[in-house]
């Protein structure tokens, strides 16, 4: 009789966590939402000289960029919370400026590759939300904010 307790109270708990996993995101969480460019790593991430920033089309294709400059380019597709991006980039690319563990990326500068991410975004409001991605065995992390529109 202890472990259908025990099974009852983890079945309920998982039941609980879904519940409130499923109610951090908004109803219509569409193409139309994620449309626009986004600064990651927050609002100070627009528009910065070495910041990154997302640009997602409404026509499911997406631009990533560091400084203004390039980094990545393919397509997008947005399943209730689950994000795919179908992408090109070089290695380069994912060479962090901040840190000097991974500056050996830098060697394939001018070599691209095909790369496919999986992100989960949750804590979702109007101007920003948050994700959790996935791409070639590594998680990363990041907060995005909307970006204003430029003039």
Partial sequence: MEILSRLITVLGVQA??????TAAWPAELTKDYLAG?????????CGGAATENITFRSDGTFEASRGGKATATGFWHLVENI?????????????D???????????????????YAKAML???????????ANMNNAMRGAKLDRCPKSS
């Fill in 16 to 21: 609980c966590v879904f519940a409130m996993a």
């Fill in 37 to 45: 460019t986004w600064g990651i790593g927050g609002a100070p991430a």
């Fill in 83 to 95: 994000l795919d991006l179908h992408m090109v980039s070089s290695p380069a690319f994912f060479d």
């Fill in 97 to 115: 400026p901040t840190t000097t563990a991974d500056d050996a990326l830098s060697a394939f500068a001018g070599k691209y590759d095909y790369y």
């Fill in 122 to 132: 949750f804590d979702i409001e109007d101007n920003n939300f948050r994700m959790v």
